[in-house]
């Protein structure tokens, strides 16, 4: 069975920082690109960053360029998301999601159950 | 303020047609191909279509989409009360070099 399992959110302070991790199973994990996707409660889908299926290409929003660094390790079939300088803005159940193809983002065919990141003091 | 622009809300009864826009730019739909998801209350998004018009396995053919210059829809046939969701559009934006969402449509089947 083709799954993600997301791990590693939590409550942090403000300018903390947070590493997520993202299981996948049943699949090639590197003949696919990977992304995060977060969504804020009541609040529509924001994609954060993708890597390419070798992750030799890397992508990210303006809004964290400079602060989140996207990895993986396809000897372990894991994504990563290294969260630093985190804010307030960052709330957020934060999904992992395998793209349909090997390089730059874009469909999304696979989904996780989400981990929920929650910036506060 | 989303990068791509669709209805907050759209509404049909049981076995109509309706339809649901997402309008861009010339950097994100203009050039590149929309997908569109689906999510259910408390679920994770699913993917109904991508790649002109291709469905995954399992995504019944009353879901289809359309784009002229930089607008697309979603179309959903014989509309059925588990379709109630709520629909996003999506594509890359070259500019931006990143994946742009529409802010969502919650579709309401009355």
């Known amino acids: 069975e083709v799954q993600l399992l997301e791990s590693g959110g939590g409550l942090v302070q403000p300018g903390g920082s947070l590493r997520l991790s993202c299981a996948a199973s049943g699949f090639t994990f590197s003949s696919y690109g990977m992304s995060w996707v977060r969504q804020a409660p009541g609040k529509g889908l924001d994609w954060v960053s993708g890597?390419?299926?070798?992750?030799?290409?890397?992508y990210y929003a303006d809004s964290v360029k400079g602060r989140f660094t996207i990895s993986r390790d396809n000897s372990k079939n894991t994504l990563y998301m290294q969260m630093n300088s985190l804010r307030a803005e960052d709330s957020a159940l934060y999904y992992c999601?395998?793209?349909?193809?090997?390089?730059?983002?874009?469909?999304?065919?696979?989904w996780g159950q989400g981990t929920m990141v929650t910036v506060s003091s | 303020q989303s990068v791509l622009t669709q209805p907050p809300s759209a509404s049909g009864t049981p076995g109509q047609w309706v339809t649901i826009s997402c309008s861009g730019s010339s950097s994100n739909i203009g050039t590149n191909t929309v997908n569109w998801y689906q999510q259910l209350p408390g679920t994770a998004p699913k993917l109904l279509i991508y790649?002109?018009?291709q469905r995954p396995s399992g995504v019944p053919d009353r879901f289809s989409d359309s784009k002229s210059g930089t607008s697309a829809s979603l179309a959903i046939s014989g509309l059925q009360s588990e379709d109630e969701a709520d629909y996003y559009c999506a594509a890359w934006d070259d500019s931006l070099k990143g994946l742009v969402f529409g802010g969502g449509t919650r579709l309401t089947v009355l």
């Open positions: 790649t002109n018009n």
């Open positions: 890597i390419s299926g070798s992750g030799g290409s890397t």
């Open positions: 999601a395998k793209d349909v193809y090997s390089g730059y983002p874009d469909a999304f065919d696979i």
